[in-house]
């Protein structure tokens, strides 16, 4: 494989992997953090560039790409939030930030180990035994959350049912729902041609 070829490969793999890292930092930072949400997004870079680095030097399984995942950042920014809203009574917001980031770093060595010792013992194929419904509900869950944290994002408000008749109000149309028009675009393109160019299509207009 040429160089010139390598290159146009990794390109739109690190632009993904970039808006990826970007967004799961907005998602675990924004609501518990704002002040510190720079330092939210370097520090996510930072790890996905080591994610993406380690397993290319050290991994068995060649042309293996890791990357930041949407579940991962859900469940750190439901757990953060609760723990720095308990210590912003008592502690300042460097000590909040602090809190945040040793919960991040534990969170992230303790799945490391179970991963390792999964694959240590052979233990994947016990994933079969999954009940479908369970992988399924997870997977709308997860949807779910992206969907309603993003435009929350977008409107600068909690979104839930109490809060719909807000969201369809005259004028508050406009921040999300040219973007919520745009993933139906993607959704329904995705029926008739392949990923690997909706993806780059999506991206580039996104931008």
């Known amino acids: 494989m040429s ?4 290159v146009l490969a990794v390109l739109p793999i690190s632009l993904t992997t970039a808006l990826y ?9 924004s609501a518990a953090l704002p002040s510190y949400l720079d330092i939210g997004i370097a520090l996510a870079l930072m790890g996905s560039g080591l994610a993406d680095l380690l397993p290319a030097v050290f991994g068995s ?21 609760p723990i720095v809203a308990g210590l912003a009574a008592t502690h300042g917001e460097d000590a909040q930030l602090a809190t945040a980031l040793a919960f991040v770093v534990i969170a992230t060595v303790l799945s490391g180990l179970v991963i390792f010792v999964g694959g240590l013992y052979r233990l994947s194929y016990a994933a ?15 949807g779910y959350l992206l969907s309603v944290g993003s435009i929350g994002l977008v409107t600068h408000q909690n979104v ?3 809060t719909l008749p807000a969201l369809v109000a005259k004028g508050a149309l406009t921040p999300w729902l040219p973007w919520a028009f745009g993933a139906a675009l993607m959704v329904l393109a995705g029926r008739f041609f392949s990923p690997s160019r909706i993806l780059p299509i999506g991206l580039i207009l996104g931008l």
Not at 21 to 29: E, G, L
């Open 61 to 81: 399984l060649k042309g293996a790409i890791s990357h930041a995942q949407d579940a991962t950042a859900l469940i750190l920014a439901g757990a953060i939030s």
């Open 128 to 142: 079969r035994f999954m009940p479908y419904p369970v992988i399924s509900g997870l997977l709308v869950s997860i």
């Open 21 to 29: 890292s970007v967004s799961f930092a907005v998602i675990v930072y």
């Open 160 to 162: 839930s049912i109490l």
């Open 3 to 6: 160089l010139l070829v390598r």
